[in-house]
T-cell receptor, first 112, second 112 residues
């Protein structure tokens, strides 16, 4: 089974801090995605990557950046955390030739 | 723009009371429609992929169907362990990044 592992289940950070959310997948998938999930708003795509060092903006990239230096790892960076970035963050991966995503367990980030 | 609307937002059932969840979608060329189950505090878990109108798939008490405008997730004789949020998502043919567009979800609560 594909495993997508997010490094932290819960994080509490202060406003203005730089925050790194890490995601690792173990099935050599080309495509990786970062979503945030908020009540009433559903899942919204922040960034995705279809290859190492490649990245594309999703629907809500403002305030975020990403890094993909290795195929298995996709990092989401909050350059200066703000309270409106308090949310559940979900990482997903997808292989070429398949259509569905495999999700990680999520990181619940609280910015105080 | 691809759109996915799920109804109802929340559904309360007694154990054994069968019902259906609706997913209406607008997409210019459907590559696939996906159903996921999400338990509180966890990432979505893949259930089904449907590719063309008329297709049906089953798994235990769940059956997913697809028409040209909507999909239904039928739950037969549900049990309390079926309580979760059910997410629907679509993938468009023209979508080079193969991203999924998600609906807002239906929160299902099954009481014993």
């Amino acid at each position: 089974d594909v495993k997508v592992t997010q490094s932290s289940r819960y994080l509490v950070k202060r406003t203005g801090e730089k925050v790194f959310l890490e995601c690792v997948q173990d099935m050599d998938h080309e495509n990786m995605f970062w979503y945030r999930q908020d009540p009433g708003l559903g899942l919204r795509l922040i960034y995705f990557s279809y290859d190492v060092k490649m990245k594309e903006k999703g629907d809500i990239p403002e305030g975020y950046s990403v890094s993909r230096e290795k195929k298995e790892r996709f990092s989401l960076i909050l350059e200066s955390a703000s309270t409106n970035q308090t949310s559940m963050y979900l990482c997903a991966s997808r292989g070429q030739g398949s259509y569905g995503y495999t999700f990680g367990s999520g990181t619940r980030l609280t910015v105080v | 723009e691809d759109q996915v609307t799920q109804s109802p937002e929340a559904l309360r059932l007694q154990e054994g009371e069968s019902s259906s969840l609706n997913c209406s979608y607008t997409v210019s060329g459907l590559r696939g429609l996906f159903w996921y189950r999400q338990d509180p505090g966890k990432g979505p878990e893949f259930l089904f992929t449907l590719y063309s109108a008329g297709e049906e798939k089953e798994k235990e008490r769940l059956k997913a169907t697809l028409t040209k405008k909507e999909s239904f997730l039928h739950i037969t004789a549900p049990k309390p362990e079926d309580s979760a949020t059910y997410l629907c998502a679509v993938q468009a043919l023209r979508n080079a990044g193969n991203m999924l567009t998600f609906g807002g979800g239906t929160r299902l609560m099954v009481k014993p």
